[in-house]
C-alpha cells in the first residue's frame, strides 16, 4: 500500500495537470529558504564576525588563516542549519498548496469517486504554523543529539517521519472528514502513516529533490488516505 501510494505520487509529480501546483510550491519553498539563508548570515554577520575580528589581531601574523578557516566553518554550519529548516518549511508550503495538490490527484487518479472539500484558508494556516514550530522543536532535538554519531541520524528520519506523515495525512483526511474524525483515522492506522512517513522523510534528505516534498508528500498521502478508505469500507460489512 505503501509503495504504491509513493510510486503513484512519484508518476504524478510532473503530469501537465500537478505543473501550476509544482511551480507555485517550488517559488515559494525556495523563497522561503533563501529568506532564512540571509536571515541566518545576518545572524552570523552580527554577532559571530565582530568577536572573531577581535580574536583575530591578537594571534600572530602566520594565523590569519584562522579566519578562513572560521569562515568555512560558518558556512558549513549554514548549510547545516538551513537542511533542518527544509522539513520545517515544507510544513508551511503544504499548508497552503495541499487542496491544488489533493484536487489533481482526484480528478486524475480518481473521477468517479466525490471531490473533496478544500479545508478553510485560515484554519490550514493555523494548523501549518502549529505543526511548524513542533516541527522545529523536533529538528532542535535531532542537532542536539549531533555529538552522538549515528543516533542524530535515526532522529532526524523518525522524528520528520512521524511529524510529516501525520501533518500530510490529516490535511489529505480532513478533505472528506471533520479534524476529529482526521485525527482518529490516522491513529487507527498509526502504524501504516507512520511508516509511509519514511518515504517522506527520505526525500527530504535528498538535496534539490527535497524542494518538491510538499508536492510529493501531498499526493502520496492522498493516495494513502483513499486506499485506507477503501480498505475500511470494504472491511465495514464483514465487522458487522
Not at 115 to 122: T, W, Y
Not at 186 to 210: D, S
Amino acid at each position: 500500500m505503501i509503495l504504491d501510494a509513493a510510486r503513484a505520487a512519484a508518476r504524478q509529480l510532473f503530469s501537465p495537470p500537478f505543473r501550476g501546483a509544482f511551480f507555485k510550491s517550488l517559488g515559494l519553498t525556495i523563497l522561503i529558504l533563501a529568506g532564512l539563508w540571509f536571515a541566518l548570515q545576518r545572524l552570523f554577520d552580527t554577532y559571530a564576525m565582530p568577536w572573531l575580528d577581535a580574536l583575530i589581531p591578537g594571534l600572530p601574523a602566520w594565523a590569519g588563516w584562522l579566519g578562513l578557516a572560521a569562515a568555512i566553518v560558518a558556512g558549513l554550519g549554514l548549510a547545516v542549519a538551513l537542511a533542518l529548516l527544509v522539513a520545517p518549511v515544507t510544513a508551511i508550503v503544504a499548508g497552503i498548496f495541499l487542496d491544488d495538490v489533493a484536487e489533481a490527484v482526484e480528478r486524475e487518479s480518481y473521477p468517479q469517486d466525490p471531490p473533496g472539500k478544500a479545508v478553510p484558508l485560515m484554519r490550514s494556516i493555523v494548523l501549518s504554523l502549529k505543526f511548524f514550530s513542533v516541527v522545529i522543536l523536533g529538528n532542535l532535538l535531532a542537532l542536539l543529539l549531533l555529538l552522538l554519531p549515528g543516533v542524530n541520524l535515526i532522529a532526524f528520519f523518525v522524528l520528520n517521519a512521524y511529524l510529516l506523515s501525520r501533518e500530510f495525512f490529516e490535511f489529505a483526511a480532513m478533505r472528506f472528514r471533520n479534524e476529529a474524525d482526521a485525527k482518529a483515522l490516522r491513529r487507527r492506522h498509526a502504524g501504516t502513516v507512520f511508516l509511509a512517513g519514511f518515504v517522506i522523510a527520505a526525500f527530504v534528505a535528498i538535496p534539490l529533490l527535497n524542494l518538491l516534498t510538499p508536492l510529493f508528500a501531498a499526493a502520496m498521502m492522498v493516495h494513502l488516505h483513499k486506499m485506507i478508505s477503501a480498505r475500511e469500507a470494504a472491511a465495514a460489512p464483514h465487522g458487522r
